[in-house]
């Protein structure tokens, strides 16, 4: 099995358009049913074994809690209740659309009252069209899902490792609807100043200064193909400047910032390649802690920050 395997954007363009829209109908009920959580922590999804999970929702008015999976082993859409109670559909063969109609229904059958409150694409070029009447993305290659899959858990695997080297506040590893990647976000937890203009999504996001790491599949508009990245927020200045690893990552421009770049097919190949990613993301948050003044004292090693564990031989 090929861990990192080839996934060029136009390889599976339409596919991909096809299926963010699913993610983001399924997210925006999740939105509506689940908590509040500082940072919208609570909207992502999350992996599992054959896919990706809403995680639990709710309790609904009348108690009701359910769970929404992708299954991209089998590739079916899964809600699950608390009460045993559950239903399934193929994500083959559906428009926006069709998805959209059946996941509705699928709801409203198992008793869920919960539908999306902006029934839009959410930063998409058909943001002002209803996932409704949206016939033109009705692509399901399972073949490049199941790549998807596989190259979405081998980052997670990656992402996790990179967590446990931070002792501060630090974020879970999530996938986002919204733009299609999957990160985590180290916090040095200094509040950020932000004026009344600036939307409520971004307020909450970047309410405390934030390194965010991550990998996102390419599109049109930013970086056309597979890469992981990292910034800082806000932006120190000189960041540009500073050094990365492995030598191939790169510092780009875009909306009047900096993020770090590794391009996916610049490593995916190579026999180490999962510790030339960690290289990568340990080299840009070093950038970006050391000229916003991080705290020094917050890395650890393999997520352990008891003294005693770390000075303790290693036993079977």
Not at 13 to 19: I, S
Not at 264 to 269: C, L, S
């Amino acid at each position: 099995m090929e861990l990192f395997p080839a996934l060029p954007r136009e390889s599976w363009a339409a596919t991909k358009e096809t299926l963010h829209r699913f993610l983001q109908i399924v997210g925006k009920v999740r939105l509506a049913a689940s908590v509040r959580r500082n940072h919208w922590w609570n909207v992502p999804f999350h992996l599992t074994g054959n896919g990706i999970t809403t995680r639990p929702s709710g309790p609904l008015v009348d108690g009701t809690v359910f769970t929404v999976d992708f299954d991209f082993t089998t590739h079916r859409l899964r809600v699950l209740t608390l009460d045993g109670r559950h239903a399934s559909f193929p994500l083959t063969g559906l428009s926006v659309g069709d998805f959209y109609r059946v996941f509705t229904a699928t709801l409203a059958h198992l008793g869920i009252s919960i539908v999306p409150e902006h029934p839009y694409p959410f930063d998409l070029p058909d943001a002002a069209r209803p996932f409704a009447e949206d016939e033109e993305h009705h692509t399901y290659d399972s073949s490049a899902v199941a790549r998807y899959w596989t190259v979405l858990t081998q980052v997670m695997l990656v992402l996790e490792k990179y967590a446990a080297g931070y002792s501060g506040k630090t974020s879970p590893v999530h996938h986002f609807w919204h733009t299609f990647d999957i990160a985590v976000t180290r916090f040095s937890d200094r509040h950020v100043a932000q004026g009344p203009s600036t939307d409520p999504v971004t307020r909450e996001a970047y309410s405390r200064e934030v390194i965010s790491s991550g990998f996102w599949f390419g599109d049109e508009r930013s970086y056309p193909e597979p890469a992981f990245y990292s910034y800082t927020a806000p932006e120190p200045d000189g960041l540009e400047l500073q050094p990365l690893e492995p030598a191939t990552a790169r510092w780009t421009t875009g909306s009047g910032s900096h993020l770090a770049l590794l391009p996916y097919d610049d490593v995916r190949t190579r026999p180490d390649a999962f510790v030339e990613i960690l290289r990568f993301y340990d080299s840009a948050y070093a950038a970006g802690a050391r000229l916003a003044g991080w705290p020094t004292d917050q890395l650890c090693q393999d997520g352990v920050t008891d003294p005693q564990a770390r000075s303790a031989p290693r036993t079977s």
